[in-house]
């Protein structure tokens, strides 16, 4: 069930030229939250007539809920002055998720801050006990340059192996996420085994996960980042296109299916 | 014990407090966020004879004070909404429901009632989206035109009818009278305000479609000159939105001569708004010795 909860903040860091993690005591929020979920966030500085700003659930674990984010605008860039102590109020958990089981090997590939609720996912695959074929997700992670990798050591701890890339080519391989996971994904089909791909990220880079799902026949699930105002499916302001018809982004989604999505 | 209920050109509502079309879909999406016992109607997103597709993205753009909106009227046609969308409304409410419409012509506005028949407790017509150039805009912005379409949705439905004015007129005066003579029981006001946006730094329209409609906070003290304007020229009972955070924004519309009012923009950031807005109104009347909410209507000293 949705909440709309006043969460206390335990922890506020830096992770990062730009970004934060926000670390809030929501147990309300965080008992039902699933991966790819967000919450819709009251950002204490701004008038309180503001809008509320839409996050990925990074991680839900014991009442605790996390979100890691980069200040852009002036809704993030006033979250950053929130401390610890104070109080923030998160509507959620809201949307459709990923799914928390995988036939073979979970690829998820993140961008950017993409990446927030693919730590969460990776965790719950881990959790779900009895899956066919378990298989440790693999990441297959992007941004510009090194330090918009973000989480890897939390990734690590899971045991879950990363790919990195990175456009100016500082860590890892140079280029784009797709660049191992093509690779990955030659691999896997040579031997003929089961993945599944999960992405959040850029436009661009779901754009060629769906892609290659749907060319490859292997399910895709792919998480799409829209401009919200309710969060709720009250407003039709977070329109994706599918072959269906016009969905709104915050109920029908954030997560689709790679064959629905028409771009 | 304050008497809440209101007759609002025949319909009743239970409490003076709507939503607003547009604003809170089509009434099921806030079940478990919004307290549904302290509401008198909720008004359904805008529906015509056939589903619409609405703008492109982006379709809105925050504003200090407010939101500029370009949803562009998206919604499901009028069989979907009888069919599928007003059921599942009735499954999680009582709260008496208006529904919205708009069309591209007369004959498609009378359809839309006609169609609707009594299935719901009341009709309000946009006649005052700027967005939809085909839409509301024309049938708002001239009397006689105004006239047009109301009459002829005043034969297609015995259901108490409200007309939603555009605010952006010179006087309000002729629209109201317009309505009056055309046979409506209501008025809504007020409609967003258009307005435009720009990203300076890429030199372009925030919003894909270029402008849209202003909501939210700015707006109000827009909406009760309206509601006051309006009410000082009709007897016709007057249900009032734009801007209204908390009771003290609704009570002002009351006392500018509204019967009721209706929460939009508000509920997106706290959907606790509608109740504040109830109870705020409750402990308005007994602190000012107030036996009915209806005692507020109009009730300006000078
Ligand atoms: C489902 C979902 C999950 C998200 N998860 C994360 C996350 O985990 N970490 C993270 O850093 N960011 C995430 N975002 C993006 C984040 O919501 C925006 O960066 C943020 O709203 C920007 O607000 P602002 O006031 O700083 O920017 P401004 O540009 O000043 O915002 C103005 C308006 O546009 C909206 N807006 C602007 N950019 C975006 C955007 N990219 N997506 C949605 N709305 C936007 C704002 O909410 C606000 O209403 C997510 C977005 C969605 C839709
Ligand atoms: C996102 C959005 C969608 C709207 N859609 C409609 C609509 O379909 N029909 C209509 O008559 N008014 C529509 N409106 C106008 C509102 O019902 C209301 O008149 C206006 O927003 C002023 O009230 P507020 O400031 O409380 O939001 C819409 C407003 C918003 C913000
Ligand atoms: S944000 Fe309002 S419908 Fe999705």
């Not at chain 1, 790919?163 to 093509?182: H, I, M, R, W, Y």
Request: glycine share 12%.
């Amino acid at each position: 069930m949705r909440k709309n909860e006043q969460a206390k903040v335990i922890l506020h860091e830096d992770c990062g030229p730009g970004y934060r993690l926000l670390v809030l005591d929501a147990p309300q929020v965080a008992a039902d939250a699933r991966p790819g979920q967000f919450v819709h966030v009251k950002v204490p500085a701004l008038e309180a007539s503001a809008l509320r700003r839409p996050f990925s659930i990074f991680n839900a674990e014991d009442g605790r809920l996390e979100i890691l984010y980069k200040a852009v605008g002036r809704g993030t860039f006033a979250l950053n002055g929130v401390r610890p102590g104070e109080t923030v109020e998160v509507l959620g958990p809201l949307g459709r998720g990923f799914p928390e089981t995988c036939r073979g090997t979970p690829l998820l590939v993140g961008g950017g801050y993409g990446v927030a609720p693919l730590y969460f996912l990776a965790r719950r695959l881990l959790q779900t006990p009895k899956l066919p074929n378990p298989q440790t997700p693999k990441l297959f992670l992007g941004g510009r340059t090194k330090t918009d990798l973000l989480a890897l050591d939390r990734f690590a701890a899971l045991g879950v192996e990363v790919f990195a890339a990175t456009n100016d080519g500082s860590f890892g391989t140079k280029g784009f996420a797709v660049v191992p996971l093509d690779a990955e994904l030659a691999r896997l089909r040579a031997a003929g085994a089961d993945f599944e791909l999960f992405t959040c990220g850029p436009d661009g880079l779901l754009k060629a996960v769906s892609e290659r799902a749907v060319s490859l026949g292997a399910p895709g699930w792919i998480s799409v980042d829209r401009h919200m105002v309710c969060g709720v499916g009250a407003c039709y302001a977070c329109i994706q296109r599918t072959v269906t018809g016009n969905a709104r982004c915050c109920v029908d989604g954030p997560v689709f299916k790679a064959e629905e999505l028409a771009w | 014990m304050v008497k809440m209920d209101v007759n609002l050109g025949g319909l009743r509502m239970p409490t003076p407090v709507a939503t607003a079309s547009g604003t809170f879909g089509y009434g099921t999406e806030y079940v478990g966020l919004v307290d549904y016992a302290k509401l008198g109607a909720v008004t359904a997103k805008g529906i015509r004879l056939d589903p619409w597709p609405g703008n492109p993205m982006p379709r809105h753009a925050e504003v200090v004070g407010g939101l500029v909106n370009a949803i562009g009227l998206q919604g499901t046609g009028v069989e979907a909404f009888l069919s599928k969308t007003l059921p599942a409304y009735r499954t999680v409410s009582k709260v008496p429901l208006i529904a919205n419409i708009w069309g591209g012509s007369v004959e498609e506005y009378a359809a839309v009632a006609a169609r609707l028949g009594d299935r719901v407790e009341a009709i309000e017509m946009n006649v005052s989206c700027p967005n939809v150039k085909a839409g509301g805009h024309t049938f708002g912005q001239d009397p006689n035109v105004l006239f047009e379409v109301v009459a002829a949705v005043r034969k297609a439905t015995a259901r108490p009818l409200l007309v939603k004015l555009a605010p952006n007129v010179p006087s309000i005066v002729p629209y109201v009278k317009a309505c009056e003579d055309a046979g409506a029981d209501a008025l809504s006001l007020i409609n967003t305000i258009p307005a435009m946006v720009i990203d300076i730094e890429r030199r372009v329209p925030v919003l894909a479609n270029r402008t849209g409609g202003l909501s939210g906070r700015g707006v109000h003290p827009v909406a009760v000159k309206l509601v006051y304007d309006a009410h000082r020229a009709t007897k016709l009972p007057i249900l009032a939105m734009g801007g209204v955070y908390e009771a003290k924004d609704a009570i002002e519309l009351l006392l500018a001569g509204a019967t009721a009012v209706a929460v939009g923009t508000a509920t997106f950031t706290d959907p606790g708004v509608v109740a504040a807005v109830h109870d705020g109104i409750v402990a308005y009347c007994e602190r000012h010795g107030f036996a009915s909410v209806s005692d507020l209507t109009g009730n300006l000293q000078g």
